[in-house]
T-cell receptor, first 112, second 116 residues
């Protein structure tokens, strides 16, 4: 069963614009991670935010986490055509095994 | 390291046949996960191992599915007999889970299974 739900399901923007994707989840978490998947490829880890963190940055990526609302957002600034991919949030409820439950993902299309 | 290696990359089989998917995790990683991805159901966690021991197989859809990890460098996911609804992309992922600290998962390229 899926833990997280992303919205929007699909997002289409122009190069240079910012892209914001949201993720909601249902149960308590130890950490939340965002992954990227290019068409026909495996998932690649982007960023991890722990439950006691509220915001994290990595290059053009900014992730926020609101545990009271059980939600997270991923912001990609100054998007590029190469950012076109599907983006997934994944939650880890803890327990020491790094067991990740993935949401349905957001398909991002960045047009030149 | 070459990353997580899955084989085959593509598999087409007839309904009723046995299918075996293979995975070599990243050397030194102690957790291994099998996921299935479909348009309808997204990414589903099927089973995961820690130190070669199956921890939770509650995501395995039916008894037709089985997974093994005979050693730290190899795992298999077997479907017997296969059915058309098993058609999906199957991913293997591994991670290093040191004493409960959070860690990222590394995914293989996946095996695209088509059952006709």
């Amino acid at each position: 069963s899926q833990q997280g739900e992303e919205d929007p399901q699909a997002l289409s923007i122009q190069e240079g614009e910012n892209a914001t994707m949201n993720c909601s989840y249902k149960t308590s978490i130890n950490n939340l991670q965002w992954y990227r998947q290019n068409s026909g490829r495996g998932l690649v880890h982007l960023i991890l935010i722990r439950s006691n963190e509220r915001e994290k940055h990595s290059g053009r990526l900014r992730v926020t986490l609101d545990t009271s609302k059980k939600s997270s957002s991923l912001l990609i600034t100054a998007s590029r055509a190469a950012d076109t991919a599907s983006y997934f949030c994944a939650t880890d409820a803890g327990g020491g095994y790094n067991k990740l439950i993935f949401g349905a993902g957001t398909r991002l299309a960045v047009h030149p | 390291d070459a990353g997580v290696i899955q084989s085959p990359r593509h598999e087409v089989t007839e309904m009723g046949q046995e299918v075996t998917l293979r995975c070599k995790p990243i050397s030194g990683h102690n957790s291994l996960f099998w996921y299935r991805q479909t348009m309808m159901r997204g990414l589903e966690l099927l089973i995961y191992f820690n130190n070669n021991v199956p921890i939770d197989d509650s995501g395995m859809p039916e008894d037709r599915f089985s997974a093994k990890m005979p050693n730290a460098s190899f795992s298999t996911l077997k479907i017997q007999p296969s059915e058309p609804r098993d058609s999906a992309v199957y991913f293997c992922a591994s991670s290093l889970a040191p004493a409960g600290r959070p860690a990222e998962a590394f995914f293989g390229q996946g095996t695209r299974l088509t059952v006709v």
